[in-house]
């Protein structure tokens, strides 16, 4: 009686690298590791020649030396004695702060804009439809450069604002100065200010917190925790007898009354601007090369983002709104339990690319003269101290690691809105 | 008693609509003042309209076109109107818009640009048109990536015909020894030893000055040493890199950037759906590399360090270096683009290329990529408008793009100071082309639809 055996192991044979399909990929891989590696080491090896040429080496030293420029619009204290790595920081936090504030913008004009367009209003729907359409076919640079121009060459001069009979005054009762060369908003100032904290000492990396701000956002986030306290017991209550409590006064009172006892305690009062000389002085001062930056990015990207609410809203079938009228909804608790929720999962990827575009976007600073890193790393500490690589790669690890931190933390939040599946 | 009963023998006539639910009037009811809420807004939009409407059409309108300089125009605006505020000066865009389109190439040379962008739409028609135009079209496509930068850069015709020879020379090999790894190797392998062949090997002086091709040019009965620029053969002036500008600059830039980067785009996608674990990781490293910064650093590369990356002594004009660096950016965006393409096919289109017997390059070759490129052409399309969009960075790198050229013009003393009319004239060419396509790719988003139902 003949037994199956298996197969005689075949002994290995050379060939077998290429022809086997269980080693065919394991040679391709190694060739491709060995190609890649090549070109790193060629890339290397040029750039050791070509920096031993010109008598250069990688060393990260001038960052210690003083910057010698000054940065106008900056969140933090800079003076042009501090250190090129000051200068960076400072920058870095200007690209945050423009990335941030358009972000918010962004969404807040796209949403509207995104609804607009399927308003049943035909003459809002063609506006917006223009708008949109206006803003995505035409470079994000030429918006940028033509907000900046608009700003300069068409509001007034801070001239404007003096004398008795001044052609120009202050709106918003007389505290937000609007100029050809900025625009002066009031500042928070406290009579009785608990100080500030520095963190970091005296290096480069020196911050100072503002002690009333900490105790501000702390009393908040104590009212809005004791809040959604309120809150969830109302709802206990609501699904254990069938009445809800009212407590919508009692909500209010928790968010407003200690901030505003706080704030009593601390001073709060408003610095607002003042004509000095041919200048304002006092408030803060936001320079047109922020507001132009802010405003183009906005817009260019709000375009996009109405594009993708309007698809994301289309996307909701219709059924789910019968379905949830059938249920007995109103129209707006429709919208919010129903339409939003859903859409929101469609909305939300392409969201986060257009978050990222308009980071990425804002390295355009460089052509209206905002100091974001690109300014200051990627161009006057580049131009100074002659050192390309280390700034450019510097630079790009940067907005690297920007744009992976957004995407990871979008997708957290992604994760947490998906679809549950079985 | 008398029947009391009624019967209509004749039907009522059809009544009309109310006047107010048709025509115009129901239309504006139903679509501008449904409720009291539409109504306001519809009047404030209106009121809106019509306050951006009558600045802008009276500064466009109202304006003067013959003028050689600002101070020219506020002449005129002066002696016709009384005034210079509200009125546009169109004298820039008739007197600079040449520049505009061209940048510095030189004016006698201005058709071969122009042929370029025809050739373009002819070799673009086969593949965005597929059903409407003759197949035999396609030779132009093939042929447009050798002839285009012979047109616009000038120079010998063997430069080119050299290059399309070593593609052909690639291609035999390859076929000869049927569609495997080892083929597309071997093929690559042969053409760099027939441009090596033809140009003489790297690093030994200029290209046409060795090699089989300056041989070839002689054996058609040119003497070696009288073969000068201007009595070769088919000999186009040459055009430095860097006269040029303008829109040229912008669509040259995107084009190239466009068509390089799709082999590099499908070899990427590819690998990143492979399931090679280096390879994979290769490939997504690039692509995240290159999304997660902005053009803006690549385009600093180019200008800066793309230099010292190259061995020493290489040194070759901005324009390609930008054209490299903007080429390696499309890639990234194109891979995506291409991966979503491959993820639209269905899994039976793998099984089936497998169940004929196709080795992983045949499938991809006769079976995948067709029909993946296919439903991506919408896609490639998007890119390529960002692409074209994103070239006016290169201004902020010093080149003579539109928006470069205009700050060019403002310093000018007969142009200083003007702003509105160029960016006006420079808004308005990117958004018919950007336009244009995005309409294109949504027709053609509507076809596939239909055709895939």
Known sequence: MATMTDPPRESFRLSMLIYDTRYRSLTIQVIALFAFMLLVAWIISNTVQNLASLGKEVEFGFFSEPASYDINQRLLEYTSRDTHLRASFIGLLNTLVVAVLGCITATIIGVLVGVARLSRNWLIARIMTVYVEMFRNVPVLLWIVFAMAILIESLPSPRAFRGEDAPQSLILNDSVAITNRGVYVPEALFSRSLGDVRLFGESSLRLDVSLDLIAIIAVLAASIFVFRRIRAWAERVQNETGNRPTTWYFQIAVLVVPSVILLTALGFHLGKPELKGFNFAGGTHLRNSLIALWIALSLYTAAFIAEIVRGGILAISKGQTEAAGSLGLRPNRIMSLVILPQALRVIIPPLISNYLNLTKNSSLAIAVGYLDITGTLGGITLNQTGRELECILLLMLIYLFISLSISVGMNIYNKRVALVER | ?453
Request: charged share 10%.
């Open chain 2, 1 to 453: 008693m008398s029947d009391a009963s009624f019967v209509r023998t004749e039907m009522l006539s059809e009544q009309d609509p109310p006047p107010t639910s048709v025509g115009v009037i129901g239309w504006l009811r139903a679509n501008l003042f449904s409720n009291w809420w539409n109504a306001i807004l519809t009047v404030l939009c209106l009121a809106a309209i019509w306050y951006v409407l009558s600045g802008l059409l009276g500064w466009t309108l109202r304006s003067v076109w013959n003028a050689g300089s600002l101070n020219e125009c506020r002449d005129v605006m002066i002696a016709n109107w009384g005034s210079t505020h509200g009125h546009a000066c169109w004298g820039v865009i008739n007197d600079r818009w040449l520049q505009l389109l061209f940048g510095f190439y030189p004016p006698e040379l201005y058709y071969r640009p122009i042929l370029a962008m025809l050739l373009l739409f002819a070799a673009l028609a086969p593949v965005l048109f597929a059903d409407k135009v003759p197949p035999k079209l396609l030779y132009v496509t093939a042929a447009y990536p050798f002839l285009m930068p012979w047109l616009m850069w000038g120079g010998s015709i063997w430069t080119p015909i050299g290059v399309a020879a070593g593609f052909v020379v690639a291609y035999l090999v390859g076929r000869k020894l049927g569609g495997t790894a080892s083929g597309l190797v071997l093929g690559i392998l042969s053409a760099v030893v027939w441009w090596m062949l033809w140009f003489g090997l790297p690093g030994q002086a200029e290209t046409f000055d060795s090699g089989v091709g300056r041989v070839l040019v002689a054996g058609l009965g040119e003497n070696l040493a009288s073969i000068s620029p201007d009595t070769a053969p088919f000999w186009l002036e040459t055009v430095e890199s860097r006269k040029f500008g303008g829109f040229m600059l912008s669509v040259l830039i995107g084009v190239v950037a466009i068509g390089c980067s799709l082999p590099l785009g499908i070899l990427l996608a590819l690998g990143r759906q492979s399931n090679m674990l280096i390879v994979k990781a290769i490939c997504v490293g690039f692509i995240e590399f290159i999304r997660g910064v902005p053009l803006i650093t690549l385009l600093f590369v180019a200008s800066t360090l793309l230099n010292i990356f190259l061995p020493p002594g290489t040194n070759f004009d901005i324009i390609l270096r930008v054209m490299i660096m903007v080429t390696l950016f499309a890639a990234a965006y194109m891979a995506e683009v291409i991966r979503g393409g491959l993820a639209g096919l269905p899994t039976g289109q793998y099984e089936g290329a497998d169940s004929l017997g196709l080795n992983y390059w045949q499938a991809q070759r006769l079976i995948i990529m067709p029909q993946a490129l296919k439903i991506s052409i919408p896609g490639i399309v998007s890119t390529f408008i960002g692409i074209f969009k994103d070239t006016t960075l290169v201004s902020i790198i010093a080149l003579l793009d539109p928006l470069g050229l205009s700050n060019s013009i403002r310093a000018d003393t007969d142009w200083n100071g003007i702003y509105w009319e160029l960016f006006a004239f420079i808004a308005l060419m990117f958004f018919i082309a950007c336009f244009g396509m995005s309409r294109y790719s949504m027709y053609l988003e509507r076809k596939l639809k239909t055709e895939n139902d």
